[in-house]
Structures are given as C-alpha cells and as structure tokens.
C-alpha cells in the first residue's frame, strides 16, 4: 500500500483523527512544537514546586523534601509526577484547542480491556527482546531477588504506569494528533518520533543505534495508537515494556537504574555493544531494533478491523 493510501486508510477508519478535525482552533504546525516543551516541562516544574511545597509544610521541611529525592524516593518521585504532563496536555486540548477526549484517545468503552491487553503485549515484547538478547550471547543471569521490597516494587510498577501513560498523551495523544490536523499523518509521526528520541537525548549509554531505536518506538507507537484508535492500549504498552526491564529482568531502562527487581540480567563480558545494548539497556541492542520494527511492520500490514478483533477479543 502506497503512503498516500496508507494516509487515507488511517484518517477514514480514525476515530480520533475525525475527532481532531473538529477542533476549534488548529494551530500552526511551528507553534505546535514550541509549544510542545513549554507544556511539559512547564507541567513538571510546577509538579517539582508543589510537591517541594506541599513537603516542607506537612512532611517535616527541609529534611522531607531532601528524603523526597534520595534515590528510591527520588525515582518514585519522578514518575509519579509526570502526572502533571498528563494534565498539562489535557487541559491545553480541551481549553485552547476545544478538541474532546475522544481526539486523545480515552474512549470509554472497553477502556480497561484495551489497558491489559497492551500490557500483555508490552510484557511480551520486553520477553521477546531480551530471549533473543540471550541468544546471540549479549547478557546472561546474574542473580536472582530472594527478598525484593514488594511495596517499593509495587509502587514503582504504579509509577510506570503514570509515567507510560504520560509519554504517550504528551507525544501520541496530544502532539501527533495535533500536527496531524495541519498536515500528512506520516510526517506528524515521523517529527514526534525525532522528538521521542531527542527527549532521551542525555540518558547514560545513548548510542546512534539507541537513537534509530527510540525512533522505532515512537513510529510504532503511533501506528499502534491510530490503528487501535485508542490511547488505553501504547500508554499500558509502553509503562509494561518500561517496568518489565527494570523491575522484572533488572536491566537499564534508557540508560537508567529502575530499583527493585524480580531477577538481574547483565551485559557479558565481552558481549558487543550492538547485542547488549550497554549501560543503555535493551533499547540499545539490535534485538530491539528486530522487535520494534517487526511489530511496526506487522501493525501497518495488519486490516485494521482484524487487528483489533485479535488484540480486544
């Protein structure tokens, strides 16, 4: 199928590209993007300012707020408040736009079983990637937890959850949609999949295949979006691939330490880069690059009305 078929495809089969369109206010493409960050990282400063607020009156002052940002503390801390972009974008959509929630992807029907299923499938990718990791002799087992914290590991998989959904709103449900209002679909994709990467852009281990990656990712995570026509699904995905790295097989996540684990797999001395992934983790790995864009593949071949049969069914 060509690209200008494929553009037709995704906008007369869209529930939420046709919501978009009615948008009152559909800004310019450029101003999109500058508004992009202000909005994120606007949200996080204001998450950052009240939390920080909120500690040193009620949680014991300078201390609380020093404790909120050790290491553990510091990585809950981080996730649960990109519950901020979350709002940020929303109330930006509903309020400048006047697009509906419907535009972002939150429908409500199903929602819950659309959620499982997209983290199923993001516990199964992560699987699949690090089984094929194993394989070709990038990483091996290193131990196994006996006594993981449950209510810390439990809380960091609540804080995935968030932060998952966030990245998703922010890119997918907000961003793309948006730009795909003022032009091809193909091309709000491609610019919010750059974005994606650029955001990792300063994370330990990042190499030129961890960017081609990321942007794999952000590819796939619009057509996964736009084809099952909901935001339920990539945001659980994305939370699921994220905490099964981290907190089930213990490897970096982006480059980043993610806490309690279940198990702990490492890079093999010796291993290269290209199949480890290094201190970047498994989104820097060829593996990756296999999954990724395999499922990207599958999603674009797929019918659409067969697809969400075999994934809501």
Known sequence: MKIGEREYSFRSSSVILSSAAKARIKPNPLWQIILFPLIYFGSMMAAAILAGIFIGLFGGGVDAVLEVFSEESGLLGSLFMTIF????????????????????????????????????????????????????????????????????WLLTLAGFM??????????????????????????SVAITSLLFAFMHGGNTGLTPLSLVNLVLFGIFAAVFMLRYDNIWGIGALHSAWNFCQGNIFGVAVSGSNAGDTLLSFSVLEGAPRWISGGEFGLEGSIVTTVVFGGMTLWMLLKDKNKAERSFAS
Do not use: D
Not at 121 to 144: D, K, P, R
Not at 163 to 169: D, H, L, T, Y
């Open 162 to 187: 968030v932060q998952g959904m966030s990245e998703e709103v922010m890119l997918r449900g907000y961003l793309t949609v948006s730009l795909a209002s003022r032009m091809p679909v193909w091309l």
């Open 85 to 152: 972009p979350i709002l940020g974008a929303i109330l930006y959509i509903k309020v400048l736009e006047g697009r509906s929630m419907a535009s972002m992807g939150f429908i409500k029907c199903g929602w819950w079983r659309h959620y499982l299923c997209g983290f199923g499938v993001g516990l199964a990718m992560c699987s699949v990637a690090l089984l094929l990791a194993l394989i070709l002799g990038g990483m091996g087992v290193s131990e196994v937890a006996t006594r993981p914290n449950m209510t810390l």
